[in-house]
T-cell receptor, first 114, second 116 residues
Framework: GENVEQHPSTLSVQEGDSAVIKCTYS??????FPWYKQELGKRPQLIID?????GEKKDQRIAVTLNKTAKHFSLHITETQPEDSAVYFC?????????????FGQGTELSVKP | EAGVAQSPRYKIIEKRQSVAFWCNPI?????LYWYQQILGQGPKLLIQ????????DSQLPKDRFSAERLKGVDSTLKIQPAKLEDSAVYLC??????????????FGPGTRLTVT
């Protein structure tokens, strides 16, 4: 079945630096790749997503890139701030007209030090 | 618009007892998902509904877990009997069937279950 690997599991950066989280997926039919941010004890919040027909998407300080050939995608956060500290999950969606189930990575705990 | 609602937020039970969780999706969202999130891991899909029909329950431990969405709106997830390894956060999510929105899933606050 579909599998999503996420690295690193923990990431510590200084405020203002950039952070990069990488994911690989196994099913070449996957066509939707969201990223969720989850603060301690809170629900996962969708922060950005990308579909397989584009290679890059940007929203202010957050960007996501997708390499379909290599089956990997990455989250880039620039000018990190302490409030960016959270666990970030990547996910891949199995293709399906009814809205596919999400297969999640294991998560990356990002710590931004002031 | 109101988000996905879940109750209870916390539940502590002893092993072999039963428990039920409730979810009300975002108004108009036809697709509803139940995920299990074990501490330190990503959410794992248990079951997906489209209106009141099951789309995918391949990861649902059917000997002890059951779920229903009788009227195609709110849903309940039940565990009977519970095991220690069922301790987790149970997340409900919903998504629209609109062609331009059908991939985006919105999560509820979750129910944290502790089995002792």
């Amino acid at each position: 079945g579909e599998n999503v690997e996420q690295h690193p599991s923990t990431l510590s950066v200084q405020e203002g630096d950039s952070a990069v989280i990488k994911c690989t997926y196994s099913d070449s039919a996957s066509n939707y790749f969201p990223w969720y941010k989850q603060e301690l004890g809170k629900r996962p919040q969708l922060i950005i997503d990308i579909r397989s027909n584009v290679g890059e998407k940007k929203d202010q300080r957050i960007a996501v890139t997708l390499n379909k050939t290599a089956k990997h995608f990455s989250l880039h956060i620039t000018e990190t701030q302490p409030e960016d500290s959270a666990v970030y999950f990547c996910a891949a969606s199995i293709k399906g007209w009814q809205g596919g189930k999400l297969i999640f990575g294991q998560g990356t705990e990002l710590s931004v030090k002031p | 618009e109101a988000g996905v609602a879940q109750s209870p937020r916390y539940k502590i039970i002893e092993k072999r007892q039963s428990v039920a969780f409730w979810c009300n999706p975002i108004s108009g969202h036809a697709t509803l998902y139940w995920y299990q999130q074990i501490l330190g891991q990503g959410p794992k899909l248990l079951i997906q509904f489209q209106n009141n029909g099951v789309v995918d329950d391949s990861q649902l431990p059917k000997d002890r877990f059951s779920a229903e969405r009788l009227k195609g709106v709110d849903s309940t997830l039940k565990i009977q009997p519970a095991k220690l390894e069922d301790s987790a956060v149970y997340l409900c999510a919903s998504s629209s069937v609109r062609r331009d929105q059908k991939d985006e899933q919105y999560f509820g606050p979750g129910t944290r279950l502790t089995v002792t």
